[in-house]
């Protein structure tokens, strides 16, 4: 069939672009200001929480200015990372930049304790990769309820009114021990979007062909 492979062509063509990659210069804070990356596109943050923020306690959270062009991007910690621990759960929180909050993740899946989060549109973003356990508060309280039952694979947007006020400080402690190193992989542009499966089209012939059956049958006499 042409049709689905000039629709995977048009979405090979719209795939991702790569950008150079960042290493977090200990440590970025885990409340604004964020640690600017003074390049776009980002294609990884590597970094860790380990010891004390920046910002004052213990460091369970790295907030970065991140870019996304059109299309905007997806924020994904973990998978295929040498570096990620094994044991370290984490979590992805991203939010405007005068703090606000857009939308946080705990798990990809069942079985991926990394943390994936897409945003839909072009802007400049603060991200954090922060540690299972704690969270984002704003004045007004949680700002994502991403520990909430059902929520652990969703990606959560921000609590009214708490979320739509600025990110102030985390709340909660890590449940995994240091060393806690992550790597962030960042990808620019829409997600591809599936090209229309000769399987979709079997199955919406198969529609059409049940539907004119139907309608051939109300025609003909019954019985
Ligand atoms: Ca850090
Ligand atoms: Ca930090
Ligand atoms: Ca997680």
Do not use: C
Not at 14 to 42: C, L, M, Y
Not at 83 to 98: G, H, K, P, Q, S
């Amino acid at each position: 069939m042409r049709l689905p492979v000039a629709l995977v062509i048009l979405a090979s063509t719209s795939a991702a672009i790569a950008g150079p990659d960042w290493t977090e210069i200990p440590d970025a804070r885990k409340i604004p200001p964020a640690q600017v990356i003074p390049f776009s596109p980002v294609n990884s943050i590597m970094g860790e929480l380990i010891g004390l923020d920046a910002a004052g306690g213990a460091d369970t959270a790295d907030l970065y200015v991140v870019t996304l062009g059109p299309g905007g991007g997806t924020v994904k910690t973990g998978s295929g990372s040498p570096l990620r621990e094994a044991n370290f759960d984490t979590i992805l929180a991203v939010f405007n930049m005068d703090g606000t909050g857009v939308v946080a993740n705990d798990d990809v899946g069942p079985g991926d304790t990394s943390s994936q989060v897409t945003i839909s549109t072009s802007g400049t973003f603060l991200v954090a990769v922060a540690a299972k356990g704690v969270q984002p508060a704003s004045a007004g309280g949680i700002m994502f309820n991403i520990y909430s039952p059902g929520n652990q694979f969703a990606q959560v947007p921000p609590n009214n009114p708490a979320g739509n006020m600025p990110v102030a400080n985390w709340s909660g402690t890590p449940i995994d021990p240091e060393p806690r190193n992550y790597l962030a992989h960042v990808t620019h542009g829409s997600p591809a979007v599936p090209a229309v499966s000769e399987v979709a089209l079997v199955v919406l012939g198969a529609g059409f062909a049940v539907g004119a059956f139907m309608m051939l049958r109300r025609g003909l006499p019954v019985g």
